[in-house]
């Protein structure tokens, strides 16, 4: 399989959740995300999701996390539309370039962002879409841990 750590890592995660709207943001909520990744190989990945009030903010950086560190010199959300262009950057250096585009309101999400990168010189690019709706103001309750054994 043809995949730098740099790719892997952001096609694997880049978009895992819906991004904050600088002119509105998505709701707090529950959330049902589909991630699909394409490139060498494809991989969709769908879950539910909790989204707090707290963490829609932390979301409008776009795609960045402790794998890699990105930078988006451009980087709208106004009037319903995504608009994302930058560069991300592993620890060792390794680059990828990032366009993306979307669309958001307070209970939908969509993303497409193509990536560009190399590995030994050879060309290497992918996209990554999220789609995501709101599918609950509130977020169901944690799972109960483990039963207490019996006194």
């Known amino acids: 399989m043809l995949r730098t750590p740099l790719f892997a890592a952001l096609v694997a995660g880049a978009f895992a959740v819906p991004a904050f709207a600088q002119d509105g943001a998505i709701l707090p ?12 190989i494809s991989q969709t990945k769908k879950e539910n999701r909790c989204i707090t009030p707290s ?24 009037g319903g539309k995504i608009t994302l262009k930058g560069k991300c950057a592993t620890r060792n250096g390794h680059t990828a370039l990032l366009e993306a585009t979307g669309s958001y309101s307070p209970t939908t999400f969509k993303m497409v962002a ?3 990168t190399s590995w030994s010189g050879l060309p290497l690019s992918g ?3 999220t789609e ?18 019996p006194a």
């Open 55 to 78: 963490e829609v903010q932390k979301f409008m950086m776009g795609p960045s996390n402790r794998h890699y560190k990105c930078d988006y010199p451009t980087r709208i959300f106004k």
């Open 29 to 40: 909520g529950y959330w049902a995300v589909t991630n699909k990744v394409s490139a060498v």
């Open 127 to 129: 996209r990554a879409t």
């Open 114 to 116: 193509d990536i560009d």
């Open 132 to 149: 995501a709706r709101r599918i609950s103001e509130t977020c169901p309750a944690p799972a109960a841990t483990a039963a207490s054994p």
